[in-house]
Each structure stands twice: as structure tokens, then as C-alpha cells.
């Protein structure tokens, strides 16, 4: 599927990510991958040909005009940065309205000094999670080649994003992949109640991504997973978002959840163009956060010394784990069904990240990152678990003595409480049935943390005895 943009390719283009290809294509072009060597795309500019402001502070003048909808959205007023569609065929939905919020519990919980920890809190957005950044871009190229259905495959969030913007903008139709018993109803109910062509198949996440992939390519649809180099195009201005709510400071670190690594790889294209445009004088540090029971980046970075490596990454090592993923028959499995990938698709780029922010990556385990969830929730932003686990690596980097305590954080919260309510009453739960079906399958023994209804007689003398007890 190609067409043209009104876009010149002299201003926007897509361009293989590897140094010793740099294959490029025109913006109008549907693809997701480099035609000569099969590698991941940028999305690229001649910066010189676009206005981009020469303070990033000159962005906070698109306020006085956000009953615009362009400068309403977190991702669209920053439009200068990602200009690689016309105005009239930019979909927005108000996306991107989402805070930075100083959290004085975490804080004490992962052991940095107060005022150090942020949550950047991305459950704010229309369908409940960081998806929406990306979606209305890769939406956005959508409508301007003019494609009629979209699709996705799905562990949840990235469905529910896909259907609503399917649903509000009556554009084009959205279809679904997902795993078999692989998604939390929160975020089917989204997909369903949106009106989306749901297919489930026998599998996980992996095998549901490489059927998505060969459907969209027989029956040429377009595909809005984060291997479209667009999605993460609207992703990396999470960290603009983040630098405007520090009035325009750098943080320290940034520490999100891997899963597809869509996320780390936009951010890590977000500060290496901010910094080659002059508009930041430094990068922070990136820490990615695995799921242990979804770990193929702890592993092949940490473990296997696996690297970006200025664009020549050890190949036979990734092809090697794979393999052994395959000869075992191991299938991602963790609590964390947002990041329950084993077979992440921006592998390369992210490497490239971690390069460019001098990162780390960590594994957590589901009893660590339901522990960390609860101490979100009690400070008042209900995260879904895939989202705990920066709070839950941030912790561990902080007793590794890796970070500092007086270290500026932000911590990455990708998705709403409500995303996967079972795990949370799971975990609150006095039912140990309960507990076990949902959470001890997992290897989660205990819920340090536990919030547990007080269970009373229906006694007005009882209840108050119950409440001045509690008090």
C-alpha cells in the first residue's frame, strides 16, 4: 500500500536505522521494515526546512491556544518535532494530557530523598494507558495514505487505543489480534465495547504478532503496532511532556517498563534529536525494567553483553537465544501482561537507546512489582502492574546503589489501575483461593502491603467498634 503525502520527502522521510545501509523512503510509503536489509525505520527530518523554535520553552506559548485541537494535544502541540503529516490529516482526541506527579511515598519506598521521584503518569490518557501517544500518529499516517482498516496485535492496551480511535474518528475500521487468554478483561471491554473485529487465536503475544504481520501484508492493512516507525514517533513526546513539567530541566534518569520497548526506543530518539538540535545540553540515564518471566533484554544486555554497538549488535547472539527460546517452547509469563513479550520488535532500536543514554536494564520479579504497585496505589495513582515495574526497578537500582538518592527520577507509569482490576483485588484480597488462582501461579507468596476489607457484622454498635478501631 503506497500513496503520496503533501509531505515533501525534502522535510520528512523514513530511513533504515542501521549505518551501513541508511536506505530511506518516502513519507507516504506504508512500511515496516527496510526493503534492502530487512532492518527497523526511522522516521527522519531536514530539520533546517522545519520552524523548529530554538528554546524548547517556546512550546508553553501553544497554551494560550489549547482550544485549538492541535494545541490541546500533549502529542500534536509539539508538532514542530514530528512534522511529517499536513494539519488537516493530523487525528487527535485530546491525547497526552497527562501529569508529572511528585510522589513523597514512592519516594520513601524506593529510598530517594524527597522532591527526587516523579511519576510520570500516562493512565490519563483517553483509553487508559501511554498507547494513545502513538496511536494518533500512527493513526495520523494512516488517514494520510488513506487506509481504511488498521490493525494491531494486542496484549491489551495497544487494542484498546487502536478501537478507540477507530471509533471516534469513523476513519477507517480497527482489527485485532490477541493471544488466547493473554489480555485482562479491563482492556478487552475496551476493544469490544469499541466496536473493533476481534480475533483470538491459540497462542501468546508472539505467535498473534507474526500472524498480524502477514495479514496486514496479504490483505494490505495497515499495521499500528510499534514496529510502525510512526507510533513511536508520537511516543517520544512523553519526554517532552516530561521536560515541560520540570520547566525544560533534564532529569537524571528515566525508567520505564520493557516490554515491546517501543517506549525506551522513542525516548532515546527524543533526546538524541533534542540534543543534535541544540534544544538540551545533556541526556539522562535509562533504565529499562523486565518482567522476569518476560526477560529477553535483561538477558541478551546484561547477561550476554549483547550492545548497539554504533549499529554492528551481535546478531548471532540474539539469533542464538531465540533458538533456545523456541527448543524449549518458553512462552513469556508474568503478572505484568502489558510487557508479557518474549520476542520484543524494537530490540535494535532500543539497544541504540541505551547507547545514546548510557542505560541499564533490570529484571523484576511479579512479587516485587505487585509490592511496588500497592505503594502507587496508596499514594494516590492506581497503575496497572506492567506499570510498577519502573517503580519496582527504580527500587533496585536505588539499593544497588546505582542510583543516588538525591538523583532527579522519573518513573514511567504506563497504564491505569483499572487496565487489570484482578490482580489488584488479588492482591487485597482475605481469599486465599483467590489468591493462589490469580497470583500464586505466579510465584507470588505474600502481599506485604495488603489493604484488606475489615469483614464486620451487620451491627450498627459492630461497624462503629470496627471504625474507631481503625482510626
Not at 496485535?153 to 484498546?160: L, V
Not at 526506543?265 to 518482567?291: Q, T, W, Y
Request: aromatic share 6%; hydrophobic share 40%.
Amino acid at each position: 500500500m503506497a500513496a503520496s503525502s503533501s509531505v515533501s520527502t525534502a522535510v520528512a522521510y523514513q530511513q533504515c536505522i542501521m549505518p551501513g545501509c541508511r536506505a530511506t523512503y518516502d513519507v507516504g510509503e506504508v512500511r515496516t521494515s527496510c526493503a534492502t536489509c530487512g532492518s527497523l525505520l526511522d522516521i527522519c527530518y531536514d530539520w533546517d526546512a522545519l520552524p523548529v523554535p530554538n528554546r524548547l520553552k517556546d512550546f508553553e506559548a501553544k497554551w494560550a491556544r489549547r482550544n485549538e485541537p492541535l494545541c490541546k494535544s500533549g502529542v500534536w502541540r509539539f508538532k514542530e518535532l514530528l512534522s511529517f503529516a499536513p494539519d488537516e490529516k493530523i487525528v487527535t482526541i485530546g491525547e497526552g494530557q497527562t501529569p508529572l506527579h511528585p510522589s513523597p511515598g514512592v519516594s520513601d519506598y524506593i529510598g530517594m530523598k524527597p522532591g527526587r521521584l516523579l511519576l510520570q503518569y500516562e493512565g490519563m490518557n483517553p483509553s487508559g494507558s501511554f498507547k494513545d501517544n502513538g496511536m494518533c500518529a500512527a493513526f495520523t499516517h494512516a488517514h494520510v495514505i488513506g487506509a481504511k482498516r488498521a490493525a494491531c496485535a494486542s496484549t491489551g492496551n495497544t487494542s484498546a487505543s487502536l478501537a478507540l480511535y477507530c471509533c471516534m474518528s469513523r476513519l477507517m475500521q480497527g482489527v485485532i489480534f490477541i493471544g488466547s487468554g493473554k489480555i485482562s478483561y479491563g482492556k478487552l471491554s475496551q476493544a469490544l465495547d469499541y466496536g473493533a473485529l476481534t480475533v483470538q487465536i491459540a497462542g501468546d503475544f508472539d505467535d498473534a504478532m507474526q500472524r498480524v504481520q502477514q495479514i496486514s501484508q496479504k490483505l494490505g492493512i495497515y499495521l499500528v503496532n510499534s514496529v510502525n516507525p510512526f507510533r513511536l514517533e508520537g511516543q517520544k513526546t512523553i519526554m517532552l511532556r516530561v521536560l515541560e513539567s520540570m520547566n525544560w530541566e533534564i532529569p537524571d534518569w528515566i525508567v520505564v517498563p520493557g516490554g515491546n520497548l517501543g517506549n525506551s526506543s522513542s525516548f532515546g530518539k527524543a533526546f538524541h534529536e533534542l540534543k543534535s538540535l541544540g534544544l538540551i545540553d545533556r541526556v539522562p540515564r535509562l533504565a529499562v525494567i523486565n518482567a522476569a518471566g518476560a526477560d529477553t533484554l535483561y538477558e541478551l544486555y546484561e547477561k550476554r553483553g549483547v550492545r548497539w554497538n554504533h549499529g554492528e549488535p551481535d546478531q548471532t547472539k540474539i539469533d542464538g537465544y531465540y533458538a533456545e527460546l523456541d527448543a524449549g517452547a518458553k512462552k513469556a509469563d508474568t503478572i505484568a501482561s502489558a510487557i508479557e513479550i518474549n520476542r520484543p520488535v524494537n530490540l535494535h532500536k532500543c539497544l541504540r537507546a541505551l547507547e545514546c543514554m548510557h542505560g541499564v536494564v533490570r529484571e523484576v520479579t511479579d512479587q516485587e512489582i505487585l509490592d511496588a504497585k500497592s505503594q502507587v496505589g496508596a499514594s494516590g495513582l492506581g497503575c496497572e502492574p506492567a506499570s510498577a515495574a519502573s517503580v519496582a526497578g527504580a527500587k533496585m537500582l536505588r539499593e544497588e546503589g546505582i542510583i543516588d538518592p538525591d538523583e532527579r527520577v522519573v518513573c514511567i507509569l504506563t497504564g491505569h489501575q483499572l487496565k487489570d482490576p484482578t490482580a489488584t483485588v488479588a492482591y487485597h484480597t482475605h481469599d486465599q483461593n483467590e489468591f493462589n488462582k490469580v497470583l500464586g501461579s505466579r510465584g507470588v507468596s505474600r502481599a506485604a502491603f495488603a489493604n484488606r476489607a475489615v469483614q464486620v457484622e451487620n451491627d450498627l454498635d459492630a461497624i462503629v467498634r470496627v471504625i474507631q478501631l481503625n482510626s
